[in-house]
T-cell receptor, first 110, second 113 residues
Framework: GQSLEQPSEVTAVEGAIVQINCTYQ??????LSWYQQHDGGAPTFLSY????GLEETGRFSSFLSRSDSYGYLLLQELQMKDSASYFC???????????FGKGTRLHILP | NAGVTQTPKFQVLKTGQSMTLQCAQD?????MSWYRQDPGMGLRLIHY???????DQGEVPNGYNVSRSTTEDFPLRLLSAAPSQTSVYFC????????????FGSGTRLTVV
């Protein structure tokens, strides 16, 4: 099966940079996705890494290393509105299940 | 485009009652899923479907049934509600293929008393 590990909480200061890590154990996967969820809302898709390396989308970047079974989401120039939970997810090519990590709650201090 | 529409938004059930959570999408997405979200547990996959007529079990399927008679609709049935099924339920859809992200519905907050 698949399992993903993320820190439960991360705290950072407004304007700073924060990295949210995700390690996974799978017997094969298509790539790593990231989602954001604000309190009381639905998750929204942020990014996908199918290949090793860094993908950048504005203030957010995501990184994948298949050899290390590791990825991270990098948020730059933090804003208060970035306070949310962030989830990594993988898709199992054997059965097409999409499994999520338990999420990282990001707290931003003014 | 309405995206993914879930109904109802809130529901209270008594133990033993049955009900259906509705999910419809208008984006012609082949892939649809149901997740439940409980505090500290993240999103856990209940059932999913890779296309009309095809469904499969996820991580926590017990107590739930699904069907996929059309591409657009993917209802989730609770057969005999239990307090352990109190949760927030999300329906999600995507195009088939690894790089496509989910579009989620707004969720259904279910309480079983």
């Amino acid at each position: 099966g698949q399992s993903l590990e993320q820190p439960s909480e991360v705290t950072a200061v407004e304007g700073a940079i924060v990295q949210i890590n995700c390690t996974y154990q799978t017997s094969g996967f298509y790539g790593l996705s990231w989602y954001q969820q604000h309190d009381g809302g639905a998750p929204t898709f942020l990014s996908y890494n199918g290949l090793d390396g860094l993908e950048e989308t504005g203030r957010f970047s995501s990184f994948l290393s298949r050899s290390d079974s590791y990825g991270y989401l990098l948020l730059q120039e933090l804003q208060m509105k970035d306070s949310a939970s962030y989830f990594c997810a993988v898709r199992d090519p054997r059965d097409d299940k999409i499994i999520f990590g338990k999420g990282t709650r990001l707290h931003i201090l003014p | 485009n309405a995206g993914v529409t879930q109904t109802p938004k809130f529901q209270v059930l008594k133990t033993g009652q049955s009900m259906t959570l509705q999910c419809a999408q208008d984006m012609n997405h082949e892939y649809m899923s149901w997740y439940r979200q409980d505090p500290g547990m993240g999103l856990r996959l209940i059932h999913y479907s890779v296309g009309a007529g095809i469904t499969d079990q996820g991580e926590v399927p017990n107590g739930y049934n699904v069907s996929r008679s059309t591409t657009e609709d993917f209802p989730l049935r609770l057969l005999s509600a239990a307090p352990s099924q109190t949760s927030v339920y999300f329906c999600a859809s995507s195009l088939q293929g690894a790089g496509y992200g989910y579009t989620f519905g707004s969720g259904t907050r279910l309480t079983v008393v």
